[in-house]
T-cell receptor, first 114, second 119 residues
Framework: DSGVTQTPKHLITATGQRVTLRCSPR?????VYWYQQSLDQGLQFLIQ???????AKGNILERFSAQQFPDLHSELNLSSLELGDSALYFC?????????????FGPGTRLLVL | AQKITQTQPGMFVQEKEAVTLDCTYD???????LFWYKQPSSGEMIFLIY??????QNATEGRYSLNFQKARKSANLVISASQLGDSAMYFC????????????????FGKGTLLTVNP
């Protein structure tokens, strides 16, 4: 158990819908990262938050957005869903104090868009 | 160019034998970190081992060791005494140094190697 929690574990929805994925980082970690894992694209970085502020953006679609709350949990919002958004979405956290801290991954949310 | 290359889509090993999973990387940063993660069929990503670019000794964690050859830009994972439970997808990842005062510490992943341990 990495200490990172993600809910829900599975999500099945229809095209055009909107969903919210939730992540709680390990105790004490200030940074949250979101990654998408799909068969065709592999594991891709989406977005990073550090202590409530957006730190970096990767290959995140405009239909997707995220935020990190004062208690450091984070939510990833996916809207106007398309079939191609079906993937495993991971949240990871790290302390990110001084450098190369390890990122610990949550169990993931498996999203299926029908 | 790909930043992380894992050339072995699949590998087979006999139980109790050692296996090496290859990883080469590409970066112009002096400061970077290399990570290996294991993803079993259940889907979670499990951190295995880390090597910093300035570390002079190869990292080891139990049965896992990282064969770090900086000049060749390779960071191969060695699993000794393979167990059936080692059957999984293995990902090599790199975190580059980033800029001072607010860095992006994202991980860039390779495509993975599917390891199968045979009894």
């Amino acid at each position: 158990d990495s200490g990172v929690t993600q809910t829900p574990k599975h999500l099945i929805t229809a095209t055009g819908q909107r969903v919210t994925l939730r992540c709680s980082p390990r105790s004490g970690d200030l940074s949250v990262y979101w990654y998408q894992q799909s068969l065709d694209q592999g594991l891709q970085f989406l977005i990073q938050y550090y202590n409530g502020e957006e730190r970096a953006k990767g290959n995140i679609l405009e239909r997707f957005s995220a935020q990190q709350f004062p208690d450091l949990h984070s939510e990833l919002n996916l809207s106007s869903l398309e079939l191609g958004d079906s993937a495993l979405y991971f949240c990871a956290s790290s302390a990110d104090g001084t450098g190369m801290e390890t990122q610990y991954f949550g169990p993931g949310t498996r999203l299926l868009v029908l | 160019a790909q930043k992380i290359t894992q050339t072995q889509p699949g590998m087979f090993v006999q139980e109790k034998e050692a296996v090496t999973l290859d990883c080469t990387y590409d970066t112009s940063d002096q400061s970077y970190g290399l990570f290996w993660y294991k993803q079993p069929s259940s889907g979670e990503m499990i951190f295995l081992i880390y090597q910093g670019s300035y570390d002079e000794q190869n990292a080891t964690e139990g049965r896992y060791s990282l064969n770090f050859q900086k000049a060749r830009k390779s960071a191969n994972l060695v699993i000794s005494a393979s167990q059936l439970g080692d059957s999984a997808m293995y990902f090599c990842a790199m975190r580059e140094g980033g800029s001072a005062g607010g860095s992006n510490y994202k991980l860039t992943f390779g495509k993975g190697t599917l390891l199968t341990v045979n009894p």
